[in-house]
């Protein structure tokens, strides 16, 4: 039977996942000029933010380091999205990325969540929980613009 994940480790990831999704953003967004789609990325970036925020909150409560994420994962999605965005900056294809990305991070936290769900500390659960939720939301939203 596979270990269980510490409720640190969660909070690390939930970190993680929230801060690749503000690079990925930050990314992307000079290169999208559809207004539509900018605004509900600029939306998700602040909902992000808040998730981080609680994250830090919570890493401090329990007295976990949380890194930032691996540089060189960092360059790699960024050279993706610019090599994405290079010859088709529209609405679809950015909306395309950004539910890759999405799906990616929700697959990883499901996961994190079946496996300690009924270890996990109540607190880190319901962050867990409110960014899987947050997600679901996002790639449905994302999916109008396809």
Request: charged share 30%.
């Amino acid at each position: 039977m596979q270990e269980l994940k510490k409720d640190s480790e969660v909070l690390a990831e939930i970190y993680r996942n929230a801060q690749l999704a503000l690079t990925s953003i930050s990314d992307v967004l000079p290169e999208v000029d559809d207004v539509g789609i900018k605004e509900e990325i600029l939306r998700q970036h602040e909902e992000y933010e808040k998730i981080c925020s609680q994250a830090a909150e919570l890493a401090h409560k329990f007295d976990v380091e949380l890194k930032e994420p691996n540089p060189v994962k960092k360059a790699m999605m960024w050279s993706a999205i610019k090599m994405g965005t290079a010859n088709d900056n529209s609405a679809q294809n950015v909306a395309q990325m950004m539910i890759r990305g999405t799906v990616t991070g929700l697959t990883s936290l499901k996961t994190s969540l079946t496996d300690g769900e009924k270890v996990m500390d109540e607190e880190i659960k319901k962050l867990l929980c409110n960014l899987i939720d947050l997600e679901e939301g996002f790639e449905q939203k994302l999916k109008t613009f396809l």
